[in-house]
C-alpha cells in the first residue's frame, strides 16, 4: 500500500516537472536499503503508474552503507566491515538483478555509500591523518571502495556517490567530531 501510495506522489510531481523542464532527468525511489523484489517489481510496473506519467522512469537509488563494530577496537573492525560490504553487494545485486529485468532503460543509483561505523568508541577523523592511531582507516574505505566498484557495475549499477567518505560534521557538545 505504501508503494501505491508513493507512485501516486511521483507520478503527479514527475507530469508536473516534466512540464516545465522536459529535459530533466527523474529519479524515483530513493531508499535507505536496496528494496525488496516486489517494491521494484511494483514501482517498475507501468500498469501501476497513471497514464502520462514520463516512461521508463529515468532512474531508481538507494544506500550503500557498510558498517561494524568490534569489541578489541579499531583493529578488529575491518573484518565486520568488509563483511558488511559483501552483504551490501549481494542484497545491491539481487536489487539491480530485478531492476534491470523489469525496467532495462532504468538507470540505478546507489548513493550515501561509505562506511558508518558508530560513535562508541568515539571516531575523530583527525585521527585518520599523518601517522595518527585511526591512519589505516583510508586502506579500509579503498577495499570497501574496490570491492563496491568492480562487482557492483558487474551486476549492472550505473553510478556509485560517496557518503561518509571524510566523515560528519561536529553535532552538539560531547559527540564526535568528523
Given amino acids: 500500500a505504501k508503494v501505491r501510495n508513493y507512485i501516486r506522489v511521483y507520478d503527479t510531481a514527475a507530469k508536473i516537472i516534466k512540464q516545465n523542464h522536459p529535459n530533466i532527468k527523474l529519479i524515483g525511489l530513493c531508499l535507505g536499503s536496496r528494496g525488496t523484489e516486489e517494491l521494484w517489481r511494483t514501482f517498475l510496473n507501468r500498469s501501476e503508474h497513471a497514464a502520462g506519467t514520463p516512461w521508463p522512469i529515468d532512474g531508481v537509488a538507494y544506500h550503500?552503507?557498510?558498517s561494524g563494530s568490534s569489541s578489541t577496537g579499531w583493529k578488529g573492525w575491518a573484518e565486520p566491515i568488509i563483511n558488511s560490504a559483501r552483504d551490501v553487494i549481494a542484497s545491491s545485486t539481487a536489487s539491480a538483478n530485478v531492476i534491470k529485468s523489469v525496467s532495462p532503460k532504468t538507470k540505478?543509483?546507489?548513493?550515501?555509500?561509505?562506511?558508518i561505523i558508530g560513535c562508541n568508541p568515539p571516531f575523530n577523523m583527525t585521527a585518520t591523518l599523518g601517522r595518527g592511531n585511526l591512519s589505516s582507516w583510508w586502506n579500509l574505505q579503498s577495499v570497501v571502495w574496490a570491492l563496491y566498484v568492480g562487482e557492483l557495475a558487474?551486476?549492472?549499477?550505473?553510478?556509485?556517490g560517496a557518503s561518509q567518505f571524510v566523515g560528519w560534521v561536529a553535532g552538539p557538545p560531547g559527540w564526535p567530531v568528523g
Fill in 64 to 66: 550503500g552503507y557498510a
Fill in 108 to 115: 540505478i543509483f546507489m548513493d550515501e555509500v561509505g562506511i
Fill in 154 to 160: 558487474a551486476a549492472g549499477v550505473d553510478m556509485l
